[in-house]
């Protein structure tokens, strides 16, 4: 791989999967280790094929690349026990953040872990840390909630459930939602401080605090609502 003009060799890898973190916006994110892995793998899965070489073009990097999703999880995550098995290391990789974390390969963790698989997460970049610091709330505890609910009905509900938690709750949002859980939250949470993140760690990253009716008001006042929101 390569960093600017500079090539570095990659170690050779070990049969195992190995858990890939890829930058949430700013491809200046990943880890060394990261590209080390993904460079010396002898297939990469993701999400989305053409996401994932933007970032292997960025450094340099040629391989394999094979699709992983929730679509085809069961088929693709036999065949990637099938691949170690044979001794071949594969790296599972998130179009953005840390696999697993509101991203696929739950399943494949679960059935390389009952079949004896070694399995290696490499730490690194997720939407929802950075979130936490930049929200001014209470770092020392918190619950991560994943996507909140499409339906009206069952995010209102899931939001009332947790009105009586004091530790910080941290959920991702779609833009064409974020107002729509705003306003769940107003009417589940009354004034409860909230801080809403998009963007992160790209050109337009914002974050907006207040009550939720106030950060509501603040989107909407904007031309365009764009962005994955924390």
Known sequence: ???????????ALAPA???????????????????????????????????????LERYGIRARLKPYHD???????AAILAAIAAGQAVALASDAGTPLLSDPGFPLVRDAVAAGVKVEALPGASALLPALQLSALPTDRFTFLGFLPQKA?????????????????????SPHRVVDALADIASAMGGRAVSVSREISKLHEETLRGSAAEVAALLQAKPAIKGEFV
Do not use: S, W
Request: aromatic fraction near 6%; charged fraction near 20%.
């Open 1 to 11: 791989f390569h960093i600017g003009a500079h090539p570095f060799a990659a170690p």
């Open 17 to 55: 999967l190995y858990l890939v973190a890829t930058p949430v916006g700013n491809l200046g994110d990943v880890t060394l280790r990261a590209l080390q892995v993904l460079a010396a793998a002898d297939v990469i899965y993701c999400e989305d094929t053409r996401v994932t070489v933007k970032l």
């Open 71 to 77: 679509h085809n999880a069961a088929d693709a995550g």
């Open 153 to 173: 009905g069952e995010r209102l509900r899931l939001l009332t459930e947790m009105a009586a938690r004091r530790d910080t709750l941290v959920a991702y949002e």
